[in-house]
């Protein structure tokens, strides 16, 4: 499961109308480049994808003042929103150690109920115990990964990383029946984007030619 196409189609939905810099800049903001593949080419190459898609519409908008090329604003449609809610629920609840996918998902988890939320992290916490429980009986020895020598580590992370994975997803649980954060129809939610113009602190020096469209 890739983590892009959620994070492009999600940061388009909270603007209601983005260009591609915007989208950039927001993952960027969310230091997205640095824990996925949101780099400039696959945000940029993304969006004319799923636009040929019909996931999003692309509106021509007027030069700037400056003079400079129109830029092209990407809308979400219908079918971009179900694909968006349908990868966010998928991304909440698998485990492939990817740490993309479930990063993506957090960042939009709030566009969700609570209850829904809720429950597909149980889920989430179920997959991760099925999962160690299947590793443990096929490959690790009886006498434990000790006896494969250094290789024996190899498994010791796995199972290291389910464990902790199951843990913090418990604690994000408490938390959320505790009342944190603001979900759907529960009021003004954070706002997680850039607003036009805004200063972004780590955006990245990097240039590429999408910028200008």
Do not use: C
């Amino acid at each position: 499961m890739s983590a892009i196409r959620l994070l492009v189609l999600g940061a388009v939905r909270q603007h209601g109308r983005a260009h591609g810099y915007q989208v950039r800049n927001d993952l960027e903001y969310w230091g997205a480049h640095e824990w996925s593949n949101a780099k400039p080419g696959s945000i940029y190459h993304a969006l004319k994808q799923m636009a040929k898609q019909g996931l999003l519409v692309a509106h021509e908008t007027e030069p700037s003042t400056a003079g400079g090329p129109p830029r092209t604003e990407y809308e979400i449609t219908e079918e971009g929103t179900r694909e968006f809610r349908t990868l966010l629920r998928a991304s909440l609840t698998a485990y492939d150690q990817k740490p993309d996918v479930l990063s993506a998902a957090l960042g939009f988890m709030v566009d969700l109920g609570r209850e829904e939320a809720l429950g597909l992290l149980e889920e989430r916490v179920r997959v991760i115990e099925e999962w160690r429980s299947a590793v443990t009986e096929h490959y690790v020895p009886e006498d434990g990964p000790e006896r494969l020598g250094h290789i024996g580590e190899i498994m010791n992370f796995w199972v290291h990383s389910a464990d902790s994975g199951a843990e913090w997803t418990r604690g994000l649980i408490r938390r959320i029946k505790d009342g944190a954060y603001a979900f759907a129809g529960e009021g003004e939610p954070f706002v997680g984007v850039l607003a036009e113009g805004e200063e972004n602190p780590y955006r990245t020096d990097e240039t590429h030619p999408g910028d200008a469209q």
